[in-house]
């Protein structure tokens, strides 16, 4: 990745409820929700890592499993989706105020 925000779909199987409200907490602070354990974000490089280091302190390896599919440069992409069952919304990108 650039320094540019890549669009990053992140998706967990948390076996512990705890470890999974803490991991959801997490997403929160990094992306939308888009359904169950399954969050879209905007990251770059620099917070990429710092959410997979984040991730790894709460997960416990050989029991829990996150994957985070990095689908490339975010402002030039435009994915196809196919929504069944209830209807999807697209994320729309806004200003964020800190």
């Keep these: 990745m650039s320094t540019q925000d890549h669009l990053v779909v992140v998706t967990y199987d948390v076996s512990d409820p705890k470890r999974w409200r803490r991991l959801y907490k997490l997403m929160l602070g990094y992306g939308e929700w888009l359904q ?48 069944l069952g209830k209807s999807f919304q697209a994320v729309r990108r806004q200003s964020v105020i800190v």
């Design 36 to 83: 169950l354990s399954v969050f879209q974000c905007r990251l770059d490089r620099a917070r990429m890592a710092v959410l997979e280091g984040q991730v790894a302190e709460i997960i416990q390896n050989g029991e829990d499993h996150v994957l985070m599919l990095d689908l490339g440069p975010a402002d030039t992409l435009r994915p196809n989706v196919r929504s």
